[in-house]
T-cell receptor, first 110, second 114 residues
Framework: DAGITQSPRHKVTETGTPVTLRCHQT?????MYWYRQDPGHGLRLIHY???????DKGEVSDGYSVSRSKTEDFLLTLESATSSQTSVYFC?????????FGPGTRLTVT | SQQGEEDPQALSIQEGENATMNCSYK?????LQWYRQNSGRGLVHLIL?????REKHSGRLRVTLDTSKKSSSLLITASRAADTASYFC??????????????FGKGTKLTVNP
């Protein structure tokens, strides 16, 4: 499983509050990704990172920011959560083009 | 928009039967991958097929790739109840900056009935 953990695993928060999700890997992979998964939409890329302090936007980046100050940690922040951001969030790393996923974080914004 | 689109969206079969899922994509690719997702879990990589390969096997899995038709198929032979999951195809896109990202289809939900 490439040593990927996500925290928290579940979170319920109120509209307008900031939320930070953490992805941690233990194998020093260069590429890390944040996805959201919603019924009818499959997996959609939010942001990705190709190195420390190197990040780029994916297809659904509005309302999200990321930071990567260390190789092992990739943080996803919702500055002001909205109900449309209720979703399951997955982190992944890339190893020789293959991606390995964390267990996911179920976020509910009420 | 999605790069890969799986077909059918849902498939229900009996144990022991074969299951075939198809994926179509839009742009040129270096490789195409298939992933499985059990309910409530993260995706698990199954197999990668490169653009210069036409067929690849892994256990009970057989993947074909037709770059002229921009399509791929995943065949699971002698299916088992444990194969019940959603299956996704994904293609690698290289960005202008040289980094890579996967674009996933919406998946095929496979149910194998005992």
């Amino acid at each position: 499983d490439a040593g990927i953990t996500q925290s928290p695993r579940h979170k319920v928060t109120e509209t307008g509050t900031p939320v930070t999700l953490r992805c941690h890997q233990t194998e020093n992979h260069r590429y890390m990704y944040w996805y959201r998964q919603d019924p009818g939409h499959g997996l959609r890329l939010i942001h990705y990172s190709y190195g420390v302090k190197d990040t780029d936007k994916g297809e659904v980046s509005d309302g999200y920011s990321v930071s990567r100050s260390k190789t092992e940690d990739f943080l996803l922040t919702l500055e002001s959560a909205t109900s449309s951001q209720t979703s399951v969030y997955f982190c992944a790393i890339s190893k020789f083009y293959e991606q390995y996923f964390g267990p996911g974080t179920r976020l509910t914004v009420t | 928009s999605q790069q890969g689109e799986e077909d059918p969206q849902a498939l229900s079969i009996q144990e022991g039967e074969n299951a075939t899922m198809n994926c179509s994509y839009k742009t040129s690719i270096n490789n195409l991958q298939w992933y499985r997702q059990n309910s409530g879990r993260g995706l698990v990589h199954l197999i990668l097929i490169r653009s210069n390969e036409r067929e690849k096997h892994s256990g009970r899995l057989r993947v074909t790739l037709d770059t002229s038709k921009k399509s791929s198929s995943l065949l699971i032979t002698a299916s088992r109840a444990a194969d019940t999951a959603s299956y996704f195809c994904a293609t690698v896109l290289q960005t202008q900056g040289g980094s890579e990202k996967l674009v996933f289809g919406k998946g095929t939900k496979l149910t194998v009935n005992p």
